[in-house]
C-alpha cells in the first residue's frame, strides 16, 4: 500500500511566494529573485513530503499564479490579444501575469482573462479561453522543468496534469457555433507530447485531475472520456495513469469508469463523499488499483484514525493490500501550510490545537495510517494510534465545544421564529409611515473607505500601543464624519461605515463563542491572494451585542435612519473552516441564532432598519444540482431565523454582491428581506430581468456604479441606469445604491460617485 499527495501548497508557510510577486508586480524585485523564491518553495515542499514518507509526491502542483493558468500556458491556448506580447524582449512569465492580471504598459492596455470559483471552494481560477478550430501548442516547459529539478534532489515525481477533459470543460467558448469539448482533436496531441516529455525524462506515474467525473456530464462527454483515455493509453501502456476525482463522488459515473476508463489507478474523495466506497469496491475492475482520499484536504481538522483504518481495511480485505494507496482527499492547496506555526499562538487554546492539522500535520497522518496497517504490531503505530484517539475523544466530548444551552435553544426552533409578522405589502405600509422615505431612497452598502489611518489605529490598538477609549473615541469620530458626509451627500438611509472592522466574518466571529483564529492559517484565494479563515470549532453563542454599541453612536448623530449592519449566517459558515463533527445546517442555525439576538438588540435599541449581509448565499451551493433546493432550504431557514425576530415597522435588508439569480430567484424571494441590494452595474440592469419575470414583490436596490474601479460615475449615466430598471421593476420598489461597499475606494472617488448618485435620484424625483 502507497500513500501519495495530489498536491501541497504553495504560497509558502510564511506567504513567501505572496510577497514575492507583489514585489515584482510592483518592479520592486527581479525576476530572477522571483524564481528563487519559487523554486526554494518547491524543494522544500518536495523535501517535507520526503521526510513524511510519502511514496508518491506530486510535482508541477506549483504555481506561480494558478495552475488552470499553467495549463493554459502549457498548451498554448493563449487568446488573440495577447499574442502581441510574444516577443523576444517581454519575458514568458509577463506574458503569463498579463493573462492573469491585464497589462498596462507602453502601448499595450490588455484586459486579464476572467476569473471564477474553483467548484465549490473558495480558491479561484483563470478561466480558459476558446475560439472554434482552435489549435494548440506545446508552449511552456514547467512541468519538465519541474520534474527535472526535483529529480535532481533523488525524488522521482509524479507530474500533475488537469486531464484534457476537464481542462476543457473548466473554460467557456468565446465565441458561438461550438461546444468546447470539440476542441479535444487538437488538444490531444498536445497531452501527448507532453506526456512523452515526462515519460523521457523518468515518470512512471502521471496523475490527471479530473474532476467533473464526479459532476453531472453528460452521456457526450461520457463517450469522449472513454476515447481519451483510450487513446492516451494505447500510446503509453506501460505508464501509471492515475485519475484523481474529487469535491463529490463518483459513484453515479460508475458506468464510464467501470466499462470505458482507461486508467491504472482511480483516486476517490472519501470525505466529501464516503458512501462511494461501497459501491466503487464492489463494482471496480480488479485491473484498477484505488486511491482512498480519508485525509480532509479542505478542511482544518485532525483525522479519525480508526474511522480512516476502517476504509482502509475494508478496501484491503476485498481488494489486496497492494492494490490499495492512500491520500488526502483532493490538493492539500486548501488548508493552511503548517500548524507548528501556531504553537506559540497563545490565543489559540492548546486543547484546540491538538484537534487540528495542516498540510503538513496531514502527509503525518497519512504516513502513520500506512504504518499502522502494515505493521499494526510496530510499538510506535500504537502510539501513535493511541494519542490519536485520545485527541478525537477529547474533541467528542470537550466543554469548549459542547454547549447545552445553544443546542437546546436551536431545538426548539419553530416554523413561527422563522416568519415575519404580517406579509410584505402590510410591512411596507407600516415601514412607510415611520421612515417616510422618498421614491428612489438613496443609501450605500455599508463600508466606506478604510484608509491607512483606521487600519493603523487598529492595529495599535490589537497591539496594546493605544488604549482602548484612545481607539474607541478614534472610531467614534470617524462615525461621526462619516454621518456629517452622507447628510450633506443627502443620502437618505444611512451607514455608520465599519471602520471598527477589519473584516466582515472576522469581526463578528471574534465576539462570539465557537470560534478560534490562527496567525498563519494563510489559504490561497487567487494568485497572490489569500484568506485566513476562522475556525468554527464548537457550539456558536453570543458573548454580549456586538454592533449596538456603535450602531446606537451613529444614530444619536442624526434623525435620518441608519442601518444596523451584520453579516449573515451562511456567509459566516461559507467563509470558515467548519465543524466535521455535526451537520453545516446545525452550525448555520447556531451562528443565525447569535445574529438574531444581535438583530433583537439592534431593534430595542432604536435602530430602524437592519442590513443582513449574505454576499456568499450562493456560494454554498453544492456541485451537484440534485442537492441545491436541500441546501437553500436549510440556507433561506437561517437567514429568517437570524431576521424574522423583528416587528414589522422595522425594516431588513440583505446584501447580495453578484449577479447571477436565475436559478435561485425562487428562494431568494422567500428570503422575504424588505429591501435586497445587488451587484448590478455591469450587467446594466439586465440581471433585474430574473426579478421582473418573477414579479419579485419585494423592495430591490439595483447596484447604479461598480464600486471595484476608481471611475466616477456621471449623474446621467446613473440616470438611464435608474430609468432602465424602471422598465423591469416598479418604480415604488426600487432603491438606489452602489454595487458593494466602499471599503477600497479613496474618499475623493467616494464623495464624487455618491454625489453623482444622488443627483440622479433626485432627477428620477422631479420626472414622476
Ligand atoms: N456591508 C459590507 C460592506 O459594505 C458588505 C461587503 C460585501 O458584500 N462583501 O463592506
Ligand atoms: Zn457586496
Request: hydrophobic content about 40%; charged content about 25%; overall charge negative.
Amino acid at each position: 500500500m502507497l500513500t501519495h499527495n495530489l498536491g501541497y501548497p504553495r504560497i509558502g508557510s510564511k506567504r513567501e511566494l505572496k510577497k514575492a510577486l507583489e514585489q515584482y508586480w510592483a518592479g520592486k524585485t527581479t525576476q530572477k529573485n522571483l524564481f528563487q523564491v519559487g523554486k526554494k518553495i518547491r524543494q522544500d515542499n518536495w523535501l517535507l513530503q520526503k521526510e513524511a514518507n510519502i511514496d508518491l509526491i506530486p510535482s508541477n502542483d506549483f504555481s506561480f499564479y494558478d495552475q488552470v493558468l499553467d495549463m493554459t500556458l502549457l498548451v498554448g491556448a493563449i487568446p488573440e490579444r495577447y499574442q502581441e506580447l510574444i516577443t523576444e524582449e517581454i519575458p514568458i512569465t509577463d506574458l503569463y501575469f498579463a493573462m492573469a492580471r491585464g497589462y498596462q504598459k507602453g502601448i499595450f492596455d490588455l484586459t486579464a482573462m476572467e476569473m471564477t470559483k474553483w467548484f465549490d471552494t473558495n480558491y479561484h481560477y483563470i478561466v480558459p479561453e476558446f475560439y472554434r478550430d482552435q489549435e494548440f501548442k506545446l508552449f511552456s516547459t514547467k512541468i519538465i522543468d519541474e520534474f527535472y529539478e526535483a529529480k535532481q534532489l533523488g525524488i522521482i515525481t509524479k507530474p500533475v496534469l488537469i486531464g484534457p477533459i476537464s481542462y476543457l470543460l473548466l473554460g467557456k467558448e468565446k465565441e458561438s457555433g461550438f461546444h468546447r469539448i470539440e476542441l479535444i482533436k487538437n488538444l490531444l496531441p498536445v497531452y501527448k507530447k507532453i506526456i512523452k516529455q515526462v515519460v523521457g525524462l523518468g515518470a512512471v506515474c502521471i496523475q490527471f485531475d479530473e474532476p467533473f467525473l464526479g459532476l453531472d456530464i453528460s452521456p457526450e462527454i461520457k463517450a469522449v472520456y472513454k476515447e481519451v483515455y483510450h487513446e492516451m493509453k494505447a500510446e503509453f501502456p506501460d505508464i501509471k495513469f492515475m485519475i484523481t476525482t474529487y469535491f463529490e463522488g463518483v459513484a453515479h459515473h460508475l458506468d464510464v469508469i467501470v466499462n470505458d476508463l482507461q486508467c491504472d489507478i482511480l483516486h476517490i474523495d472519501l470525505i466529501s463523499n464516503p458512501e462511494q466506497l461501497e459501491v466503487v469496491l464492489e463494482k471496480l475492475p480488479k485491473n484498477i488499483q484505488l486511491s482512498l482520499g480519508v485525509i480532509d484536504g479542505r478542511n482544518i481538522w485532525k483525522n479519525d484514525y480508526h474511522q480512516s483504518l476502517q476504509a482502509i481495511s475494508t478496501a484491503i480485505d476485498l481488494r489486496g493490500e497492494d492494490q490499495i494507496l492512500i491520500a488526502p482527499s483532493c490538493s492539500l492547496l486548501h488548508v493552511p501550510c503548517d500548524l507548528d506555526l501556531e504553537m506559540k499562538n497563545e490565543e489559540l487554546s492548546s486543547e484546540i490545537k491538538q484537534w487540528l492539522s495542516f498540510a503538513k500535520q496531514k502527509l503525518d497522518e497519512l504516513s502513520a495510517l500506512k504504518q499502522i496497517t502494515l505493521y499494526p504490531e510496530d510499538q510506535n503505530a500504537k502510539v501513535s494510534l493511541k494519542y490519536n484517539a485520545a485527541c478525537i475523544e477529547n474533541r467528542s466530548i470537550s466543554e469548549l465545544i459542547h454547549n447545552p444551552t445553544v443546542k437546546e435553544r436551536v431545538s426548539k426552533l419553530s416554523k413561527k421564529d422563522s416568519s415575519r409578522g404580517s406579509e410584505f405589502p402590510n410591512r411596507k405600509r407600516k415601514q412607510k409611515a415611520l421612515l417616510n422615505l422618498p421614491l428612489f431612497p438613496t443609501t450605500t452598502i455599508g463600508s466606506f473607505p478604510q484608509t491607512k489611518e483606521i487600519r493603523k489605529k487598529r492595529s495599535e490598538y490589537k497591539g496594546e500601543i493605544i488604549s482602548q477609549s484612545e481607539y474607541t473615541n478614534y472610531i467614534k469620530d470617524e462615525i461621526k464624519k462619516v454621518i456629517t458626509i452622507q447628510e450633506k451627500l443627502g443620502l437618505d438611509v444611512l451607514v455608520h461605515g465599519e471602520a471598527e472592522r477589519n473584516d466582515m466574518v472576522e469581526y463578528f466571529g471574534e465576539q462570539l463563542n465557537g470560534f478560534a483564529f490562527t496567525k498563519f492559517g494563510w489559504v490561497q484565494s487567487y494568485g497572490s491572494r489569500c484568506v485566513k479563515p476562522p475556525i468554527i470549532y464548537g457550539d456558536v453563542s453570543r458573548k454580549q451585542a456586538m454592533t449596538v454599541f456603535w450602531s446606537t453612536y451613529a444614530q444619536s448623530l442624526t434623525p435620518l435612519p441608519v442601518k444596523g449592519m451584520l453579516t449573515g449566517p451562511v456567509t459566516m459558515l461559507q467563509w470558515s473552516f467548519v465543524r466535521d463533527d455535526q451537520s453545516l445546517s446545525k452550525t448555520c442555525l447556531e451562528i443565525a441564532m447569535a445574529i438574531r439576538d444581535e438583530v433583537q438588540d439592534l431593534e430595542q435599541s432604536g435602530i430602524k432598519i437592519i442590513q443582513i449581509d449574505e454576499p456568499a448565499m450562493r456560494e454554498g451551493l453544492p456541485l451537484l444540482k440534485e442537492n441545491w433546493s436541500q441546501y437553500l432550504d436549510w440556507a433561506i431557514n437561517a437567514f429568517k431565523i437570524a431576521s424574522c425576530v423583528v416587528k414589522d415597522q422595522t425594516q431588513i435588508h440583505t446584501h447580495m454582491c453578484y449577479s447571477e439569480f436565475n436559478d435561485i430567484i425562487d428562494h431568494i424571494a422567500l428570503m422575504d428581506a424588505d429591501v435586497i441590494t445587488i451587484e448590478c452595474s455591469r450587467s446594466q440592469m439586465e440581471l433585474l430581468d430574473v426579478f421582473a419575470s418573477f414579479k419579485y414583490p419585494n423592495d430591490i436596490g439595483p447596484g447604479v456604479y461598480d464600486i471595484h474601479s476608481p471611475r466616477i460615475p456621471s449623474p446621467e449615466e446613473i440616470v438611464v441606469l435608474l430609468n432602465k430598471a424602471k422598465q423591469y421593476i416598479p418604480e415604488d420598489q426600487i432603491w438606489v445604491n452602489p454595487d458593494c461597499g466602499l471599503k477600497t475606494r479613496n474618499w475623493q472617488e467616494t464623495e464624487k460617485a455618491l454625489d453623482a448618485m444622488v443627483a440622479a435620484a433626485k432627477q428620477l424625483r422631479t420626472e414622476l
